[in-house]
């Protein structure tokens, strides 16, 4: 339970870290959109559709991740140790 707190602890701090970097270039991006009179409306849902999109190519990059590993794990794991995985419900 400790070492899956201090990976949580380092992932988080990593993205803290990746965030704060990023929001230099960040301020710049809006800077400029605000001199060529982009509304305080737009620049926000520029910012919100970035967002969006990196965080459903994130989700979309997960789950096929998931379903390539349980695929090529799951013949090894059912012949060596008998143990059984499938995509279905476990209800």
Same mark, same amino acid.
């Given at each position: 339970?400790?070492?899956?707190?201090?990976?949580?602890?380092?992932? @988080?701090? $990593?993205?803290?870290?990746? #965030?704060?970097?990023? *929001?230099?270039?960040?301020?710049?991006?809006?800077?400029? +959109? =605000?001199?060529?009179?982009?509304?305080?409306?737009?620049?926000?849902?520029?910012?919100?559709?970035?967002?969006?999109?990196?965080? @459903?190519? $994130?989700?979309?990059?997960? #789950?096929?991740?998931? *379903?390539?590993?349980?695929?090529?794990?799951?013949?090894? +794991? =059912?012949?060596?140790?008998?143990?059984?995985?499938?995509?279905?419900?476990?209800?």
């Amino acid at each position: 339970m400790i070492a899956s707190a201090l990976v949580a602890l380092v992932g @988080l701090i $990593g993205m803290v870290t990746t #965030v704060m970097a990023s *929001l230099n270039e960040c301020r710049r991006e809006m800077a400029i +959109l =605000r001199s060529v009179d982009a509304r305080p409306r737009h620049v926000f849902a520029l910012l919100i559709s970035e967002a969006s999109l990196l965080a @459903l190519m $994130g989700i979309t990059f997960g #789950v096929f991740l998931y *379903l390539v590993l349980l695929n090529t794990a799951s013949p090894p +794991l =059912r012949d060596r140790n008998g143990l059984s995985s499938s995509l279905g419900c476990p209800m």
